[in-house]
């Protein structure tokens, strides 16, 4: 995919970043008749995109809006997300071969359910569109100069240096490292006098440690569906239990709207009361024992885990109001005081980055240096677990295009 180096013709934009954002900026570009060279420093672009969703890539959600999305400006999306929508996503997968099909939630997936189909789309594009790849491709340098902006980078070992009137960022945020994840979008923008918000690991599982550990540890692979809230947001899906904690579809989503310090709550049994079924047992059945009416709501073992919290050797007849009150309140409010998360390694995305401040919301553009943009993870633009990252990705992509 690496051209021939030595054969360098004007490019109208550098793309640092061959992910989802750098790609769909490359091939709208292209269609708008714009000649851009992708700088990816993996060997291949797409790399992220690849084991999205296992590997089946939930290239979208069908009900993304600006409101999924954690910003200082939550406002700021808005613009992006009028420009390139959600049909808009659809459509553009549509015509090139890539149906898509709901599995939760919103979630859509390629009928296929290959990752890898998503990317030869952009891969597929570019080359008929004249658009320029080169992975192993590690930029060293952004500067500045008089009609626009050098760029150096280190190409398959060879020092090579690039110039256009135009630069895009898209080089992603810290999660996942060992994918050649870095903080490159972050230092850029310093390096131009540019704010960042505060960065953290968002989407990700969190830790259990000290006395309490080997508690979750036991029931390690047990999932549950539930309510997860605190005093910001709510969600209702699966957590799971892990040796070192919790994770799970709910667990990820609360982690990108909790701090260090702060309790979570969770609803394990969401939509029911089990005061109320309890009660309605206990006059059909009151023999049954706590234990065996808890193990047919969850499992044996999360029944058995709960056996030095809850009297679950009692059988239901014989359990007293404050008995019920106490399984209610454990039940229905579960609270749990993480020690921490798991770290950029395990987070599937960064919370956090460029200040939207700095930006255009119109244009994406930085507005104190002309000619330099900002799309993807590396802005301050974080959506929900489900395909709401990729639409932001596709959406900021396709802005930038527009303006280069």
């Not at 020092?159 to 135009?166: G, L, N, V």
């Not at 809850?310 to 229905?332: F, G, R, Y």
Request: negative net charge.
């Amino acid at each position: 995919m690496t051209t021939n180096l030595t054969k360098q013709t004007h490019f109208d934009a550098i793309i640092i970043g061959g992910g989802a954002c750098g790609l769909m900026c490359a091939v709208q570009a292209g269609f708008l008749g714009k000649r851009t060279l992708v700088l990816e420093k993996n060997d291949r672009v797409g790399a992220k995109i690849l084991i999205s969703g296992g590997g089946r890539c939930n290239y979208t959600n069908l009900y993304a809006t600006d409101q999924q999305f954690i910003s200082q400006n939550p406002h700021f999306s808005k613009s992006a997300f009028s420009q390139w929508t959600v049909d808009d996503t659809i459509s553009f997968f549509e015509t090139y071969g890539i149906t898509g099909k709901e599995k939760t939630l919103g979630q859509l997936f390629p009928v296929s359910d290959k990752a890898k189909d998503v990317v030869q789309v952009f891969i597929d594009l570019c080359v008929d569109l004249d658009q320029e790849i080169w992975c192993d491709a590690e930029v060293k340098m952004v500067e500045k100069t008089g009609d626009g902006f050098t760029v150096r980078a280190e190409v398959n070992g060879r020092q090579e240096y690039i110039s256009a009137p135009s630069v895009v960022i898209a080089s992603g945020g810290l999660p996942i490292p060992k994918m050649g994840a870095t903080d490159f979008g972050l230092r850029t923008a310093r390096k131009f006098d540019l704010k960042i918000t505060d960065t953290a690991p968002a989407l990700v599982p969190l830790t259990i440690t000290g006395k309490d550990q080997p508690w979750y540890e036991q029931l390690s692979g047990n999932s549950i569906f539930c309510r997860v809230w605190n005093n910001r947001i709510s969600f209702e899906e699966n957590i799971l239990f892990t040796h070192w904690g919790l994770s799970g579809p709910a667990i990820l989503q609360i982690s990108s709207y909790w701090k260090p310090g702060e309790y979570i709550h969770i609803d394990l049994l969401p939509n029911q009361n089990i005061a109320d079924l309890l009660q309605q047992e206990k006059e059909a059945n009151g023999k049954k024992m706590l234990l065996a009416y808890l193990a047919g709501l969850y499992t044996r073992k999360f029944a058995e885990a709960l056996s030095d919290k809850l009297p679950v050797e009692k059988n239901l007849a014989s359990l007293t109001k404050t008995d019920i009150e106490n399984i209610s309140q454990l039940i229905h409010e579960f609270k749990v005081k993480p020690a921490g998360d798991k770290g950029y390694d395990k987070a599937e995305v960064m919370r956090g980055g460029v200040s939207t401040d700095e930006l255009s919301s119109k244009t994406l553009e930085s507005k104190k240096v002309p000619g330099l943009f900002f799309g993807g993870e590396c802005v301050d633009v974080t959506g929900w677990l489900g395909g709401y990252n990729f639409q932001w990705a596709w959406a900021s992509g396709f802005v930038i295009a527009q303006n280069l």
